[in-house]
């Protein structure tokens, strides 16, 4: 299971260069792993079209070494706390996709503006207060940021998406970037409309059944 776990781990980080949402090594990828407090998660200065199982490495949650060679993502912190926070993640996806990542650099969150960022992310998609990269106050305001929802703008940094499975928290990135990119065009002109509240409420419940069946 631990090497299907890392093998997915690191395909995700290569489709996330291959598809453009990060250059080199940045952003990283992370999946639960069995037991208490650890977490398979892509190891810094590696680059993603290079990467394989064996550049995975499993720490714990505080990003102390458990098994692999390289040294883990400097972002092991980020990662970790969410696990903690969040029982129902089990993996997390860290990346700078363009859009979304000039809406995290205006500290601008994503409206509830269509049905489907509703239901599969759990709402607009909010900014984390700034704090500096690989620091544990980032950790902490990317967990409030989050709250229960799957996708959360990092402050002048980037996304975080959490899901099933290391593919899962890709596609919620994928969402997350397209939602961007259609908010910024349409919010460009007078006109553009959010989803009314009384929806939004609705979906949100609706968005909280699917997670409680694991259908999210």
Request: hydrophobic letters at 45%.
């Amino acid at each position: 299971m631990a090497c299907g776990l890392k093998a997915s781990v690191a395909e995700v980080a290569r489709t996330m260069h291959r598809e453009g949402l990060v250059v080199g090594s940045a952003g990283n990828v992370s999946a639960r792993a069995e037991g208490d407090s650890a977490m398979h998660i892509t190891p810094t200065g590696v680059l993603y079209a290079d990467m394989t199982v064996d550049h995975v490495v499993t720490v714990t949650f505080e990003g102390d070494p458990i098994e692999g060679e390289g040294l883990p993502s400097s972002e092991s912190l980020l990662h970790g706390a969410i696990y903690a926070a969040r029982p129902d993640v089990q993996a997390v996806v860290h990346a700078h996709p363009v859009h979304a990542s000039a809406m995290a650099v205006r500290q601008e969150a994503i409206p509830a503006f269509v049905d489907e960022q509703v239901v599969y992310l759990g709402g607009a998609v909010a900014v984390s207060d700034y704090a500096p990269a690989a620091s544990e106050e980032l950790a902490d305001n990317a967990v409030e940021g989050l709250g229960e929802r799957r996708a959360v703008l990092l402050a002048n940094h980037g996304t975080l998406t959490v899901g099933r499975d290391p593919e899962d928290a890709l596609e919620m990135t994928r969402l997350t970037e397209r939602l961007a990119q259609i908010w910024l065009l349409a919010s460009g002109r007078p006109g553009a409309q959010h989803l009314p509240r009384d929806i939004v409420e609705a979906e949100i419940e609706l968005y909280r059944m699917m997670q409680s069946e694991g259908d999210v």
